[in-house]
């Protein structure tokens, strides 16, 4: 294993095999056809302008072969010092020919083995590496302007969190924008936007209490108060006293209700 910032290793090979595990430096092509002379170069360094992530490993190859539109399959293998804040499980294949512009390629991350994989490539490239997203500590506070409000639901991209009692809800998310949702029940849904780019993310958001009006029954048969009637509103049921009333706090609306006895 070769880990740090700097360094290059070199190798040149002839490849007409299926199956090249170059060198034993961590690059692996599986192709039914011969890319010929190849030559490759592993650099001790990382790379920019990454797309849809955020960083790579501190490791890329440079690659030089006689026939470069071959199919094929390529594993990189990686090590967890490598890794950093890199989330793992999202890391993918990444391969330019002038280490500025990089595409992506849809991977698959064998957690136990430590590789990366990608399938049926048309084209051999002149960098390949492997990057992946950083995951950033992000932590909402919801309160009503004074108190900490527990079990608010926090959405954010189809994903809920929900706030414990002193208010908070903590979770990591990946570099981007995104919009969320907060509601509660009688309260005023809030919502926003954060921006999550490499430093840890606080959101402090007030709820507004939906006000609420006293509503009463006052149930009788025959012109006596009736108990124990129970009424049905808003999917509440209550239920009248000795008096024959039975009271509840709702907002502002129409209401169905239904009374049996």
């Known amino acids: 294993t070769i880990i740090g910032d700097t360094g290059k290793i070199t190798t040149t090979r002839s490849l007409y ?35 849809n992530c955020n960083e790579a490993i501190s490791r890329y190859y440079e690659i030089s072969c006689e026939d470069t539109s071959v199919l094929f399959d390529l594993k990189i293998n990686y090590h967890q010092a490598e890794l950093e804040t890199l989330s793992e499980n999202n890391l993918e294949i990444l391969a330019s020919d002038d280490l500025d512009t990089w595409v992506s390629f849809s991977s698959i991350v064998d957690t136990l083995n430590n590789t990366v994989s990608a399938t049926d490539l048309t084209r051999i490239y002149q960098f390949w590496t492997i990057g992946g997203k950083n995951l950033i500590d992000v932590e909402f506070n919801v309160s009503d302007g004074t108190n900490p409000l527990a079990n608010a639901t926090i959405s954010i991209d189809d994903t809920t969190y929900t706030t414990d009692s002193n208010g908070l809800a903590s979770f990591q998310l990946t570099f981007g924008t995104y919009n969320y949702t907060i509601t509660k029940n009688g309260y005023y849904e809030a919502s926003g936007t954060i921006e999550v780019d490499g430093t840890s993310v606080s ?17 009788a048969i025959e012109g006596n108060p009736e108990e124990n009637v129970p009424i049905l509103i808003n999917d509440t049921t209550i239920t009248t006293n000795s008096s024959g009333i039975a009271t509840l706090y709702l907002p502002d609306g129409d209401y169905e209700y239904s009374i049996s006895k």
């Open 17 to 51: 095999e299926p199956d090249y595990d170059i060198a034993g430096m961590g690059f692996t092509m599986n192709s039914n056809n011969d890319p010929g002379t190849t030559t490759i170069s592993r650099y001790q360094r990382t790379v920019n302008n990454l797309p």
């Open 203 to 219: 959101e402090n958001v007030t709820l507004d209490l939906i006000p609420t009006y006293q509503v009463s029954f006052n149930v």
